[in-house]
Structure formats: C-alpha cells, structure tokens
C-alpha cells in the first residue's frame, strides 16, 4: 500500500516560490488546518519560535487532491550544487502527439513560466530523438524541466 507524502523544497522565500509553483502546476495555496485562522498560528501552536513565522503562504496543494502537497521551508544556506531530485512538468501531451505538436507545447508552457518568474537554462532537441524538452530553473535557481 502507498503512503501519502508531502515533497518539501528548502528556500530562502518560501512566499515567493509558493505563488510560483502554485501557479506552474496549476494547484493553489493551501489553507492552514481547520481552527487556525493562518499558517502563522498553527506554527505558533506546534511551538515554532515567532522569530521564525510571517513568511507567508509557504504550502501549496492540488486542487483535485490528486498530486502531492508541497512546503517550502525556510533553510539558513543558499542554493548552492545543482539539485538531487528535481520536478518535471508534462506540457507535451504525450507519445500520441506527433513531436512537431508537443515542442509547441512545451515551448507555450516554458514561455509561461518564464513569464512568472522562471529561466531558461536550455533545451533538449537531438536529432533522431523522440523527445523535446526545455530546462528552466525556478526564482530561487532549483533546476526543472518541462516536456
């Protein structure tokens, strides 16, 4: 049997990577636990130090309930090696779309999250190969990929 998990992703701005993400995957922020009026006082319940608390939204969730939540927690260090684990976000519609039609895809979608805050780093398209995807990293420098 599965068990249920949330990802979490360090950050410096957890604020700012919610909203990102939230909007790159199509999910919404998450609203704190039933009888908590804000993330903030559920922290203050569990005893996390106020000096800790007010950095905004910082969970995301699938709308439909079908995709991992996701935390980004604040850490102290920066960014600072290329990512062991890192999101792939599926734009192309899959095999059953001739290639021509999934890099038009992917190219709208990379072209969306740039315009939200993402980098393009660069773009996989071989000859021969059945595949087109674009690297990009988020507005704290972790490395994605949309294909």
């Known amino acids: 049997m599965a068990v249920s998990y949330q990802l979490v992703i360090d950050c410096a701005s ?3 990577l919610a909203r990102f993400w ?3 995957l199509h999910y919404v922020l998450a609203p704190p636990p039933p009888g908590f009026g804000s993330w903030d006082d559920f922290y203050r ?4 130090p106020e000096e ?3 950095g905004g939204p910082d969970r995301i969730e699938d709308p439909d309930g079908e995709g991992p939540p996701i935390w980004f927690q604040v850490v102290p260090e920066k960014k600072s090696v290329k990512n062991r ?3 792939d976000v599926n734009a192309s519609g899959g095999r059953g779309s001739a290639l021509a039609t999934r890099r038009e895809r992917v190219e709208a979608e990379a072209t969306r999250l740039i315009s939200l805050g993402a980098t393009r780093r660069h773009t996989v398209d071989e000859e ?3 595949h087109y995807a674009v690297a990009l990293t988020d507005p704290e420098g972790n490395e994605f990929d949309v294909y």
Do not use: K, T, Y
């Open 22 to 24: 939230a909007e790159a």
């Open 14 to 16: 957890p604020e700012l």
């Open 52 to 54: 800790e608390l007010g």
């Open 45 to 48: 319940s569990v005893g996390v």
């Open 85 to 87: 684990l890192h999101l």
């Open 128 to 130: 021969g190969l059945d």
